[in-house]
């Protein structure tokens, strides 16, 4: 694969990662209250959401690898693991490396959720508020299309998406809708799964 090629994929593959990432934590949080989100039952969400999280780090693996074989970048795999040491953009590339590391740690813990516990995987969970944010900044500073208008768009729709589903689905908002909706039976899961009225 030519050197070009290359850069066409690590910067690809760096915003298609972005916009899973944007998928996994919109999900993360329209799940939160327990109730069916977007038309899917918790445990549809709960899928969806895992699958998204794992194609991510796909993609974020893909970024990563090219991007160490990219002439221009330079990166070591030092780079990749410890933040704010590259040549090249040490600044907005190490929020890239600090995003890495905290998915990883979310991806770690979520795997071994049985063994640590629930509390300690919560605890380790909620870095998946601060790895979001840090990626999104890393993408609009770091890459050669940043400032381009399509770049941005996208990053304004991944903006918008996460905050309508945090302001809708926030408690303050159902709890609203629940109150103006009391004269109708809502449909409820028992522990065997099965709907009562
Ligand atoms: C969750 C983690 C990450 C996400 C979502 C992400 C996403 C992105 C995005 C959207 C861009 C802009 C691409 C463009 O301008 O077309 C980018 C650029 C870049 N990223 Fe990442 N990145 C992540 C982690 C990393 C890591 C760990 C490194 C390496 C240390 C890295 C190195 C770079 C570099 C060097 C560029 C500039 C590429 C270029 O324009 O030639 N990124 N990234």
Known sequence: M????????????????LILFTVVVALGIGTRSGRPFAGMNRLVVASVHRSAALLALVFLVTHVVTL?????AQLSLINV??????GYRPFWVGL???????ALAVTVTSLLRDRIGQRAWRA????????????????????TDRGTAWLLAIDAVCVLAVAAVAVSTHPMFTQRNRTTTTSVP????????????
Not at 4 to 17: D, I, K
Not at 133 to 139: F, N, R, T
């Open 2 to 17: 030519s050197t070009e090629a290359l850069w066409y994929l690590a910067r690809g593959s760096g915003v298609v990662s």
């Open 68 to 72: 160490l074989f990219d002439p221009y």
């Open 81 to 86: 693991l410890l933040p704010f040491g590259s």
């Open 96 to 102: 890239g490396t600090l995003a890495l590391d905290l």
């Open 124 to 143: 380790v969970h909620w870095l998946a508020y601060a790895m979001w944010p840090i990626a999104l900044v890393h993408g609009i500073g770091s890459g």
């Open 186 to 197: 809502t449909p409820v899961l028992t522990s065997i799964g099965r709907e009562q009225r």
